[in-house]
């Protein structure tokens, strides 16, 4: 498969939660472009239907604080929406140079799974559609495939509708 790898990644800190948690999943990996960092790019790279690859996206609230949402790599995250499963009125992504002190994570491997703190997390309706969905196992270039229902029970989300109509 063009752009995939073959051989074994080390375990990420995701993949290591995982597995002592005992939820199944497969990780795949594939060659990073700096100059396309999109999740697009990579659900290509992996052969994977875009609707069914997932990016994490952190927000704010007004009065929440931090949440997390997970959405599909093609889609836009409506702030309107998020801010309505939060049960706040606005929300607004947070600027790049806090994912790192936030999350743990870097831009292209932000991933629901093992983030600093616990945050409220979303996940978007459709993830429900597909028996495996793909989110970052942590780094770029590695992402797990595990049930979307098992990723909703670990993480503690909620499904909810979270992107742009249209």
């Known amino acids: 498969m ?10 990420t800190n995701v993949m290591r939660l995982l597995d002592a948690a005992g939820i199944p ?22 052969g994977q239907d875009p609707d069914s690859v997932f990016k994490t996206l952190v927000l704010k609230g007004e009065k929440t604080g931090y949440l ?11 702030l309107k929406k998020a801010a309505r499963a939060a049960g706040d009125k606005k929300v607004e992504m947070i600027p790049m140079k806090e994912l790192l002190p936030v999350t743990g ?14 945050f409220p997390t979303y ?13 970052s196992a942590g780094m770029r270039g590695v992402q797990i495939l595990l049930d979307p229902e098992d990723l909703k029970a ?6 909810a509708d979270l992107t742009k109509d249209g």
């Open 2 to 11: 063009k752009g995939a790898k073959a051989e074994k990644t080390e375990k």
């Open 25 to 46: 999943y497969r990780s795949k990996e594939y060659e990073v472009d700096e100059s396309d960092l999109s999740g697009v790019h990579a659900a290509e790279m992996l």
């Open 68 to 78: 997390v949402c997970c959405i599909p790599v093609a889609e836009e995250v409506d």
């Open 105 to 118: 994570y870097i831009r292209g491997g932000c991933s629901p799974i093992g983030m600093k703190k616990k």
């Open 123 to 135: 996940i978007e309706e459709t993830a429900m559609l597909f028996d495996e969905i793909a989110v």
């Open 154 to 159: 670990y993480v503690q989300a909620e499904y």
